[in-house]
């Protein structure tokens, strides 16, 4: 079994920075991806941004490229997204999960984290 275990959430004004990190324990995972899915208040869970087991490869949704960004500790265990310029519209609940494979398919993703909130200020 794997446990994921989010931290870095808080509260910031637009334009400013957060960094999220996750944690996985319980059993390695170095050659599972990993990704991050956010989920606003009435919205539906959705994609942010995946890393693949390497670390090699990511993919991002359209409406972060160029300002997060995505990396995997030297252990592999560990998970980090880096939010900068951030804006109102990133305000949500960001979740860690740990697939397999790397997808972009909130269904491909077997191992979930409890979230962590992200508030955007305008």
């Known amino acids: 079994q794997v446990q994921l275990v989010e931290s870095g959430g808080g509260l910031v004004q637009a334009g400013g920075s957060l960094r999220l990190s996750c944690a996985a324990s319980g059993r390695t995972i170095s050659n599972y991806a990993m990704a991050w899915f956010r989920q606003a208040p009435g919205k539906e869970r959705e994609f942010v941004v995946a890393i693949s087991g390497s670390g090699v490869t990511t993919d991002y949704v359209d409406s972060v490229k160029g300002r997060f960004t995505i990396s995997r500790g030297n252990a592999k265990n560990t998970m980090t997204l880096q939010m900068n310029s951030l804006k109102p519209e990133d305000t949500a609940v960001y979740y860690c999960?740990?697939?397999?494979?790397?997808?972009?398919?909130?269904?491909?993703?077997?191992?979930w984290g409890q979230g962590t909130q992200v508030t955007v200020s305008s």
């Open positions: 999960a740990a697939a397999l494979a790397i997808s972009t398919g909130v269904g491909q993703y077997g191992y």
